[in-house]
């Protein structure tokens, strides 16, 4: 098959789209077309990716012209699927199916409605409205193309509602990418991590209090939502020790994962985090190191039923801060969490099972 996977949002080496999806379907044998804007053009890994200009300093300046933009350079691809990756794509859905004549399929890799109810940016009075703007609009585009992929089971439920054709393509880690991650080599001495989007529901700003109640060393990988909070986090007492290492490449981010006892997963129960499958989670796990997590549901099923760690009340400092010691005054029972993780990824969380459902996925709506 011929297939064109479009963003306009995210960055040209993105985990989910370019090194899962696109690599992926390119080992496979498939012929695949990325387009990104402002990235750089060539073939990467078997992957024709096209880097499309645009220079958009503004959130909105974007929405409003990148579709526009990516539609005209789509139809010359002349895929059999063309694979949209952003909500504001939605607007170019419906035409690049007529114009092209071709299967059109959307993936949510958030639920949006609910994602927008959290969206510092948005003033809270204006969520409500916006959110069920939304998800009206996602309905009726998403009705009238040709499949929709998600990565939980409780979106894809609902995308059902809309139209028969939904995969679940989960972000399951790349069993691959942590291979040179040792569980049981020598760690640095009491380090934590926490990596990813540096946001307030994130639960940083609980993170770094709970240093004053234990004894660990903090290692953060990620970038901030804004100057100002930034400037708020920063202000804390324990920051000081904390090292802040910023956006970080994939090889920096397997380093750390080596050399650290206990991976940070502490969301905020906000409407969209407590049904999502958080990608970091399933990544500490895959790299062998026992987590601290927020307890939620959906994520109690995966950290408790497979023994790889301690779930918490993120909102609550100090149990952080209890969950934190227990592991690392326990470094025998640590060792075997993270194993247990290991075994649980290797066998039922990996991306290997869902590159087949999406290749699969495609066939079934190109045939």
């Keep these: 098959m011929k297939i ?13 789209i370019f090194w899962k999806q696109c690599v992926s379907l390119a080992k496979a044998g498939h012929d695949v077309t990325l387009l990104v804007m402002d990235g750089e053009s060539g073939v990467m890994h078997g992957v024709n990716v096209l880097g499309i200009k645009g220079g958009f300093n503004q959130r909105v ?10 539609l005209h350079s789509a139809l010359q691809v002349n895929a059999d699927v063309y694979h949209l990756h952003d909500p504001e794509l939605l607007t170019i859905a419906r ?3 007529r114009k092209s004549g071709r299967a059109v399929v959307f993936d949510s890799h958030e639920d949006v409605p609910k994602q927008i109810m959290d969206k510092h940016w948005i003033p809270k009075l204006f969520r409500p409205i916006i959110s069920f703007l939304v998800k009206k609009y996602e309905k009726f585009v998403t009705s009238r193309i040709d499949g929709v992929i998600s990565v939980t089971p409780i979106i894809c439920d609902r995308f059902r509602t809309y139209n028969p054709h939904v995969e679940m393509v989960a972000n399951y880690p790349d069993l691959n990418e942590f291979k040179r991650v040792d569980a049981e080599a020598t760690k640095k001495q009491n380090q934590i991590c926490y990596i990813g989007g540096l946001f307030p529901t994130r639960g940083i700003r609980e993170l770094v209090l709970a240093l004053e109640h234990c004894d660990a060393k903090l290692v953060v990988a990620g970038k901030f939502s804004s100057d100002d909070f930034e400037q708020q986090i920063s ?26 006892n206990v991976g940070i997963v502490t969301l905020h129960p906000t409407r969209s985090y407590m049904e999502a499958f958080p990608i970091k989670l399933f990544e500490y796990m895959s790299a062998g190191i026992p987590v601290v997590a927020s307890d939620f549901p959906l ?35 640590a060792v075997g969490m993270g194993k247990l993780g290991k075994q649980a990824v290797e066998e039922k969380y990996s991306w290997e099972s869902q590159a087949e459902n999406l290749i699969n996925f495609y066939k079934r709506i190109v045939g």
Excluded at 4 to 16: A, E, G, P, W, Y
Excluded at 248 to 255: E, P
């Design 4 to 16: 064109c996977q479009i963003t306009s949002l995210h960055k040209q080496d993105d985990s989910r």
């Design 61 to 70: 300046q974007r929405i409003r012209k990148a579709p526009g933009i990516l």
């Design 95 to 97: 035409k690049l199916k």
């Design 235 to 260: 202000s804390l007492p324990k920051w000081n020790e904390v090292d802040y290492l910023g956006h970080v490449d994939r090889d920096q981010i397997t380093k750390l994962l080596s050399e650290s």
């Design 299 to 333: 994520w109690r099923t995966l950290v408790i039923d497979n023994g790889c760690g301690i779930v918490v009340d993120p909102m609550d400092v100090e149990a952080i801060a209890a969950g934190i010691q227990k592991l690392l005054d326990h470094p025998k029972d």
